[in-house]
């Protein structure tokens, strides 16, 4: 698959504006107010040895940890906790298994509903391929009571399946997209099989029934994170695609009329590279406003970026670069309520050492210093930060490498861009 000639079609007026300044390889002058105030650390539910944290919030306000952590008898378990504005309720063990996909790039998460609906999922091995698994659901209305676990995907391939997102699309309506094997011939990783990874996409019921699996793009990048999000016009999902040619840039489908679009890169990087560099985007929309971040390694250059859409996820102005030199990549981004995307990644800061960075990024492109939020490892074993919005406030998660680490919590209140 070749990338649409008309992905870079004509540039927003911003995007001409950003240009002139030097675009993605120059930072504005930093002269916002700081991403957020009052950040400190606080209890986590998880204990040593814990990993692989997600997020998730509400629509009163409460977030959602899930994550993973050692459990007896050589099994793992998916633990979930909720904090509202007491503190942590009870930790809830969902399932411990011994036969758990535990992967530091692709991992379980937790997702609700605009009908307060609570989707878990995790990754459970299928006997076939040292990459054999399947992508587990299961659903509960009040986030205490639980269903019995699901299937997403409808193949019966030993394959790979995972990088799982969730989206509202309606009332009561959750969808999923993730990465789907099932025509890659076994589950051997890349570069051993036949035919391509593919974005697959369905609806989960209230009753936890799933649509026949839709394929929306049918080659993409084999082991990337995806990001889905709500706009004003529908859903927008971006991922790492995947040309002939072996360009790996980050993509965005959004349905429109109930159709999915063609894949339109956000920007053209041009990153050619011959195997997947395990660092997916992250999306956030507020109405018509739209921001993805991502890495890239185009030209040999590390790179954070984010651009802004007015449209959508239509168009993207062109990208701001938001990292500080040395990136390990590792994004999320949240948009704050006043038009700011408040990105964090990895940043290397000598020998194994990464610091979890945050910038707050107007979309004219002023930005806030680079906060560090806490020190951390380059390492695999440091996974994928992740933060949430809940109101004002902020709330991060991480994995603390090491014999007593384990996943942190933070919190910090946006501050308010001038």
Known sequence: MTFPHRVAAALTV??????????????????????IVALATIESPAGIASGEPNLAVDGEGRVYLSWLEPAPDSNVALRLAVRDSTGWWPTQNLLARNDLFVNWADFPSVYVGRSGRVIVHWLQRRPGGRYSYDVMIKQSDDGRAWSEPRLLHDDGVAAEHGFVSF???????????WLDGRATGGG??????????????????????VSPNQMIDGRICDCCQTSAAMTAQGPAVVYRDRSTEEIRDISILRRLNGTWTMPARVHADDWHIEGCPVNGP??????????????????????????????????????IRVDDGNPVGRVDVELDGDGRAIVTWLERAGGEVAEVRMRAVAQGGVMSKAMVIASSAAARASGFPRMVRTGRDLVLAWTQPGDSGGIRIATGRLAAGR
């Open 188 to 209: 051997e990783h890349e570069g051993s099989h036949g035919g391509s990874m593919q974005l697959a996409n369905s609806r989960i019921g209230p009753d936890g029934g």
């Open 167 to 177: 989206f509202d699309a309606g009332t009561d309506s959750i969808e999923a997209v």
């Open 282 to 319: 992250s999306i956030a929309a507020d109405s018509n406003l739209v921001a993805v971040a991502w890495f890239t390694g185009a030209r040999d250059t590390a790179k954070v970026n984010v651009a802004f859409s007015t449209d959508a996820g239509a168009t993207f102005a062109a990208p």
């Open 14 to 35: 911003a995007a001409l504006a950003a240009c002139a300044r030097g675009g993605s390889d120059e930072k504005p002058v930093a002269a916002d107010a700081p991403p």
